[in-house]
């Protein structure tokens, strides 16, 4: 019997890693997990509070840990978070052990989908919004092009119309065009 593969999602925050993969983990019949929910789970503390107490080298050090974790499992659908790509070893992980989907969204259309999310430590410690994620993306972008297999723009699309998209690549070597839009993601 196959072994059903892994599907990572990686991508700046807002870009719909969380609402797309749980629609894929429906869709596929998969197990569905998000990183920082496990590791908030597991501390018993918001991610602000691990970045206020253990700084962001602490909260790295607690996502390699979930990472390697995790991605052992069989047939799951993974969400990480942004920055999981800022660590080598969290990347050399997921391009081994599942397919990596980079969802991409603009700045406008991240800053639109957070707009009033406090729960976001990067973005609480910052009063401009627009240039941290102009500055994440400078440095990131090039480290989700180099892990995925897969790129999926989320801007104005439906949750249906990402996850259609997937499906079809992931069926097929050759990615789909993209399917007629319904509602948007936010």
Known sequence: MKKKQNIFLVGPMGAGKTTVGRSLASVLGSEFYDSDQVIEARAGVDLSWIFDIEGEVGFRKREIEVIEELTKMQGIVLATGGGVVE???NCNVLAA???VIYLQATI???LARM???KRRPLLMQTED???LLLE???KRDPLYCSVADYTFTTDGRSVKAVT???MHALDNPFPQ???AEEEDIS
Do not use: A, N
């Open 87 to 89: 660590e080598p070893v």
């Open 97 to 99: 052990r599942g397919v």
């Open 108 to 110: 406008e259309q991240q």
């Open 115 to 117: 707009e009033k999310d």
């Open 129 to 131: 919004r627009r240039q």
């Open 136 to 138: 994440l993306q400078v």
């Open 164 to 166: 259609t998209d997937i």
């Open 177 to 179: 065009q993209s399917i």
